[in-house]
């Protein structure tokens, strides 16, 4: 028995990234299944559903409020969400998979790459900002990351996600940081952006 509900649904074409989905705040592990075949066609997609609930809408980790993050439980949650990905490896006989993860999922995300990198192969982040003050020196050699966040994006300020995009970079991912005419919603371009980003790993 797994730790996470979550959604698998296998490769069909050998040699695909296996994709990790990591939902945003009030979402499930239905919601980006449709992304995940659109910017990952072939891919295995494993989908898990975040366990902390706020009024009823699951997500990755505790919040005090709106950006401001209770780091003991983004700490206890990603070594969790690690856990989760090392069973569900071996259940499903998965390489390391790519994370792609939207707000709070690509928080979470973030914060696994800085506490268990080995646990993920690389990462997108859409719109993501920076999930611990004080991280630890995690090597992040070769990892490949992507954030793409929204200039008018009114949740993440644009010097937050800068933030996030140095400090990955500084402890060794391959970091590639876009900013799009657009706010805290998803857009047609960072469906485009992402497959592309996809494609050349
Ligand atoms: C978070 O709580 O992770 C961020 O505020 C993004 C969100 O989920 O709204």
């Known amino acids: 028995e797994l730790s996470f509900i979550h959604r698998i649904k296998p490769a069909t074409e050998p040699g695909k990234p296996p994709i990790l989905l990591l939902h945003g705040t009030g979402g499930n592990e239905d919601d980006l299944l449709p992304l995940g075949g659109m910017i990952a066609p072939g891919s295995a997609l494993l989908s898990p559903r975040g366990k902390v609930l706020e009024g009823g809408m699951p997500r990755f980790f505790r919040r005090l409020r709106e950006g401001i993050f209770d780091e003991e439980d983004v700490r206890r949650r990603a070594h969790e969400l690690a856990d989760f990905i090392a069973q569900a490896r071996e259940s499903y ?12 999922g690509a928080n979470i995300a973030a914060a696994v790459l800085q506490l268990r990198p080995e646990a993920l192969a690389g990462a997108a982040l859409l719109r993501a900002m920076v999930p611990l003050q004080d ?7 070769g990892k490949p990351v992507l954030i793409l966040s929204g200039a008018s994006d009114p949740i993440v300020p644009a010097d937050n996600a800068r933030r996030l995009a140095s400090l990955l970079q500084t402890t060794g991912a391959t970091v590639e940081h876009r900013v799009l005419p ?11 952006l992402t497959k592309a980003w996809i494609d050349q790993l």
């Open 93 to 104: 006989n998965l390489a390391a998979p790519i994370a792609v993860g939207f707000s709070n």
């Open 135 to 141: 991280p630890p020196a995690a090597d992040l050699s």
């Open 182 to 192: 657009t706010g805290h919603g998803l857009s047609q371009t960072d469906v485009a």
